[in-house]
C-alpha cells in the first residue's frame, strides 16, 4: 500500500496513518500518490537526516573508544581515573545506522548500475560516503521495488523492503541518533482523542509548547481550542450514549 500523508494529497482523501511501521505514529513519511515519491517537505527532512548522519554517529562514538579496565572488562570513556563499561545500547545504534547506511549504498549502486567499492569499516567516514551517494541518486533509493528482500541485521532475519520502508528505516534512525544525544522534544501523544478535521487520533504537543497539532492533516489547536474541543468531545460521547 502506498503511504501517504494529507499534505501532498488532493482534497479528494487521504491515508490517516495513526500507527506508524516503528510504534511513532508518525504520519510524515508521504508519497505522492502517482509515483510513490516522497514529498517535497518528506524529501527535505531525508535529505536533512543523510547530511547529519555521520556527524551524530561520530558524536555517539566519541566516547565508545575501547580500553582494558582493571579486570580486563572492556571500557569506554577514555577517562583514566574512571572508566565507564562500554554502552552497548549506543554501540549497537552505531551498527545500525553504519549496516543500513551501507546497505542502502549497496542497493544504489546495483540499481544505478555504479562502480562496486570494496567494504570499508565501520567509521563516521564510511557512513559518509554511504548518506552522500543516496543523497545524489535519492530517486533511485525511492524506486527500490516492494518486493525487495534484504537482510535485516538488527534482527539477524531477511526483510521485504521499499524505497519508502527505506526512507522511513534512515529517517527513524536519525531520529534515534538526535534522541541519544538529548537533540530531541518530548513529544506527548494523545492516543484518545480525534482530530476535528480529519478524524485521525494523531495530535501530538512538543514539551514547552502550549499548541498541539493532527500530525495527519497539521490541524492546530491552541489551548482554548484544545478545552473547547474535548468539551465537543465529551457532550459527544454522552449524547450517543442516549
Given amino acids: ?24 505514529g508518525c504520519n510524515r513519511y508521504c508519497a505522492e500518490p502517482s509515483g510513490g515519491i516522497l514529498g ?36 569506554s570513556g577514555g577517562g583514566k581515573s574512571s572508566p565507564l563499561p562500554i554502552d552497548l545500547a549506543a554501540q549497537s545504534l552505531l551498527d545500525s545506522i553504519s549496516w543500513w547506511t551501507r546497505l542502502f ?13 570494496m567494504t570499508r569499516p565501520r567509521t563516521a567516514r564510511a557512513v559518509l560516503a554511504s548518506c552522500t551517494l543516496i543523497g545524489q541518486h535519492l530517486s533511485v533509493l525511492l524506486a ?22 527505506a526512507a522511513e528505516r534512515l529517517l527513524h534512525l536519525h531520529a534515534r541518533a538526535q534522541a541519544r544525544l538529548g537533540q530531541t522534544t518530548a513529544k506527548h501523544r494523545h492516543p484518545d482523542v480525534p482530530c476535528m478535521d480529519c478524524g485521525a487520533y494523531a495530535i501530538t504537543r512538543l514539551d514547552g509548547r502550549d499548541k498541539r497539532q493532527c500530525e495527519a492533516c497539521g490541524r ?9 474541543h474535548l468539551a465537543w468531545l465529551e457532550r459527544f460521547v454522552k449524547a450517543g450514549a442516549r
Fill in 1 to 24: 500500500m502506498t503511504r501517504t500523508c494529507a499534505e501532498h494529497l488532493p482534497v479528494t482523501g487521504y491515508c490517516q496513518r495513526t500507527v506508524g511501521r516503528w510504534g511513532d
Fill in 40 to 75: 517535497p517537505k518528506c524529501e527535505a527532512e531525508l535529505r536533512t537526516a543523510l547530511a547529519e548522519l555521520p556527524a551524530l554517529w561520530q558524536q555517539i562514538g566519541a566516547d565508545l573508544t575501547p580500553t582494558v579496565g582493571a579486570r580486563g572488562a572492556n571500557v
Fill in 105 to 117: 549504498e549497496e542497493e544504489v549502486r546495483t540499481r544505478a548500475h555504479l562502480v562496486e567499492v
Fill in 144 to 165: 527500490i521495488p516492494p518486493d525487495t528482500t534484504v537482510y535485516d541485521a538488527d534482527r539477524d532475519i531477511w526483510v521485504d523492503t521499499s524505497g519508502l520502508d
Fill in 220 to 228: 492546530e489547536y491552541d489551548p482554548d481550542g484544545w478545552d473547547a
